[in-house]
Structure formats: C-alpha cells, structure tokens
C-alpha cells in the first residue's frame, strides 16, 4: 500500500493567498483527518471525517479555514486568506475503524510558510 | 474530556541501557492507547496500541508498553536502546470505540553512544 499521500509537500507563500493542501487516504480506510503541528501548540486535531461527512470541525481555528471530502480518496484543506501565524507541518491521517484497528496512519506533511 | 500527560519533555539514555517514556492519560470509559514515533521532517508512525486484553503490548522495533489501569498509565519501553532510537513519541488516548484521538505534548528520545 502507498499510504497517506499529501501534496506539496512544501508550500510557500504570502500572506492573503489561498492556499490548498491535498491528501489521499489509504485505500479502503473511512476515516480521515487533518491535523496542525507548531512548536508551541504541538499536534492539533483541526477536523475529521467519517464516510466522507465532517464529525468535528471544533479544531479548525476559524472561518479562514476549511475542508472537504468529496470522496473516499480525496481531501482538502484550504486557507483563504492565508496568514503567517498559519505556517506549521500540516498532516493528513486515515483509519479504518472497526476493521484494522483504531489506529490513525500519517501522510508525509505539507509544510506551510506564511509570509 | 480525555487527556495524555506525558511528564518529561527529554529522556536521554545511553545505548545499549532499558529505556521508558512516561504516559498517564484520563478518559472516561474503556481507554484505547497508542504510542507513535515521528523522526526529524517526517509523519507520526504507528508503534503499538492497547485496546484490550494482555496489559503487555509488544509493538514495532523491539518496544512494548504495559497498561496500568490502577495508575492510568502505559508507558513506553524498551529493554535495549539504540541511536537509531532517537526522535520524538507521542502517546494518544481515545474512549472505547471513539474515532477521535487525544496526543500528549510529545517527548523527545535521546540515546547516545
């Protein structure tokens, strides 16, 4: 299996721009979720998935951010417009509960500068 | 709410020496525990996971953790550690069939030679 696919990887760019991150789940899994990391507020659960519907968008910091799942294979995460307090490793992670465990597998990161 | 207190922000150990990473975790319900590892510009890794059954969970490259419900704890061990060792775990807790994971603050492994 290849696993969580995120793309970029990297990411730059200026402040008010939009920005896109994208993430494939691991084939048959139905769970997904986007996750933040900084330094100072370590890893941060922003929203998950289920079967394709949102569950808990408590984590996503406000309405400059947001995420769909259109389908089994396939995720975004997009902020409009973006700011610099947004640069951070973000991380897509899938599971399939129930099934192969409870655990959640990590894609690679975007990392994302804001400047 | 569930909650993951990992106490130590370093750990250094020397190779070839045992090594523990402390965890304590609150939830309410059944806990489901986990431990991963992420290394320097990469993704957090799945190593083990209790969610029933033996205390003792023997996971990835040699590591085990005991879950002790007494002291809500389940920490990470290792009984010989190596360089290669070296990166940041975390610890998570989820209630009894939650989808949803809480992850300590993380601790940073250090073995040396």
């Known amino acids: 299996d290849a696993g969580v696919i995120q793309s970029p990887r990297h990411e730059v760019t200026e402040m008010g721009q939009e920005v896109t991150l994208r993430c494939k789940p691991i084939s048959g899994h139905n769970s997904l979720f986007w996750y933040r990391q900084t330094m100072m507020r370590g890893l941060e659960l922003l929203i998950y998935?289920?079967?394709?519907?949102?569950?808990?968008d408590s984590g996503m910091p406000e309405d400059r951010f947001s995420a769909k799942m259109p389908n089994a294979s396939f995720s975004t995460l997009k902020i409009q417009p973006s700011e610099p307090r947004d640069s951070a490793v973000y991380f897509c992670?899938?599971?399939?509960?129930?099934?192969?465990?409870?655990?959640?597998?990590f894609g690679p990161g975007t990392r994302l500068t804001v400047t | 709410a569930q909650s993951v207190a990992q106490p130590e922000d370093q750990v250094n150990v020397a190779e070839g020496n045992p090594l523990t990473v402390k965890c304590t975790y609150s939830v309410s319900g059944n806990p489901y525990l986990f431990w991963y590892v992420q290394y320097p510009n990469r993704g957090l890794q799945f190593l083990l996971k209790?969610?029933?059954?033996?205390?003792l969970v023997k996971g990835s490259y040699g590591f085990e953790a005991e879950f002790n419900k007494s002291q809500t704890s389940f920490h990470l061990k290792k009984p010989s550690a190596l360089v290669s060792d070296s990166a940041l775990y975390f610890c998570a807790v989820s209630p009894g069939g939650g989808n949803k994971l809480t992850f300590g603050t993380g601790t940073q492994l250090k073995v040396e030679l």
């Open positions: 992670a899938s599971s399939s509960p129930g099934k192969s465990g409870y655990e959640q597998y």
């Open positions: 209790y969610i029933t059954g033996d205390n």
């Open positions: 998935f289920n079967n394709n519907v949102p569950i808990d």
